[in-house]
């Protein structure tokens, strides 16, 4: 089997499953763009399986500390692995994350459910050759009606990937009805944002809705409404949605009538919203997409989370509560922390954390790969100056 000759002191000597080209002593055996490849130390000792692409940052993604290969019984094996995991958990039911790429040992792999059809993104070359046997796991592990192949994430293309939209298996499933939380969304796989649902927030929605009775909710970039109905179903007083999105303005209205829920939503740019709001909120919701994809754009992602934070914090009297959320990985949790302080500091208002919040147990953390524990959240309140 070609592959990689690792140099010392290279991450996956602390756990980590990238290989960055970077960290290559040197190849052998002529390994091509999609294939399996071994990698071994310096001293030609096996470290693994991996995944190759030349063409992309990251040249290797370990899935095996032992020789393996990408056939069908190993796409089973995994599956029924990560699909037990989510059992465990007591999500089976519910709109899940069933897979998560190398959370789950398939670099590469996502696979979201939605009752009885599933939405598949390969966002690795070596994936994207294996449709066919993803697919064919897929069906036996899940037996699904429907699989909706959605690969339009931005990440293929640092694959070399094109960006498509079809069927697996199946026919197109159109607008079907999940329930989560104890609320009902209209989702269309093949056709929204991401996959149907912000999947990972939904912990999120329960822990601030928990935190909404008798006060009036502001969601910002609300998406389908998913915290503010939470928080309307909740008891709040009053509850505002905005979103830049027609189709997401258009979603929030339909999900909350299917609720039998009082959500006022407002179509506007949320920045300019903010500027020209009036101090009306106890609770301001902040869960903007991600500002940043790469590390060189972070700063520029700050101050952008600076503002919104700035602006919020000047509508809220003491008792007022902020949650604000931020999805990318680039960003630390504690610069996303100390975002907020600095912008509590030029808002002149003292903050107490009352939640931090993070994403949903179907997403797991790898303790050794950082970049899988991406979503960070808190939830402060502003108190008397001190």
């Known amino acids: 089997m070609a592959g990689l000759v690792i140099a010392p002191r290279a991450r996956l000597f602390h756990g980590h499953e990238w290989v960055y080209a970077s960290d290559v002593k040197k190849a052998f055996g002529d390994p091509k763009p999609g294939d399996v490849i071994s990698l071994k130390d310096c001293r030609d000792r096996p470290l693994g399986s991996a995944i190759y692409n030349p063409r992309s940052q990251i ?42 790429s190398e959370s789950d040992g398939i670099p590469g792999l996502v696979v979201d459910r939605y009752g009885a059809h599933l939405s598949v993104q390969l966002l690795t070359l070596a994936m994207d050759l294996r449709r066919d046997l993803i697919a064919q796991a897929l069906v036996e592990v899940c037996a699904p009606e429907s699989i909706v192949l959605r690969n339009d994430a931005p990440s293929r293309k640092a694959e070399g990937l094109d960006h498509e939209i079809g069927m697996l298996v199946g026919d197109p499933p159109g607008s079907i009805e999940v329930e989560t939380n104890g609320l009902r969304f209209v989702v269309d796989p093949a056709d929204g944002q991401k996959t149907g ?28 409404g998913g915290f503010a109905l939470a ?21 929030t209205r339909r999900n909350a009538d299917l609720n039998g829920l009082d959500v006022r939503v407002i179509e506007d740019n949320v920045f300019d919203f903010l500027r020209k709001a009036s101090p009306d909120y106890d609770l301001i919701i902040l869960d903007p997409p991600s500002f940043t994809r790469n590390r060189k754009s972070l700063m520029d992602a700050m101050r952008g989370y600076k503002e919104i934070h700035l602006r919020s914090l000047k509508l809220l009297d003491k008792g007022g509560l902020l949650s604000t959320f931020c999805c990318s990985h680039h960003a630390s949790r504690e610069q996303f922390l100390g975002n907020l302080g600095d912008a509590s500091v030029d808002a ?39």
């Open 59 to 100: 040249v290797a993604r370990r899935f095996s500390r032992r020789r393996q290969e990408l056939d069908l019984d190993f796409f089973i094996r995994r599956i029924r692995q990560a699909v037990a995991h989510r059992e465990v958990l007591g999500l089976a039911d519910a709109p899940c994350r069933i897979v998560w």
């Open 197 to 224: 649902l912000y999947l990972d927030q939904l912990q999120a929605h329960a822990e601030v809705a928990a935190l909404a009775r008798g006060r009036r909710v502001l969601d910002c970039f609300t998406n389908q």
């Open 231 to 251: 928080c309307a179903k909740a008891g709040a007083a009053d509850v505002t949605a905005v979103d830049l999105s027609s189709s997401a303005c258009a979603a």
């Open 348 to 386: 002149k208002k003292s903050l107490r954390l009352v939640r931090e919040h993070a994403q949903r147990a179907d997403h797991p953390v790898l303790v050794t790969v950082p970049e899988t524990s991406y979503l960070k959240g808190f939830t402060a309140e502003v108190i008397a100056s001190r």
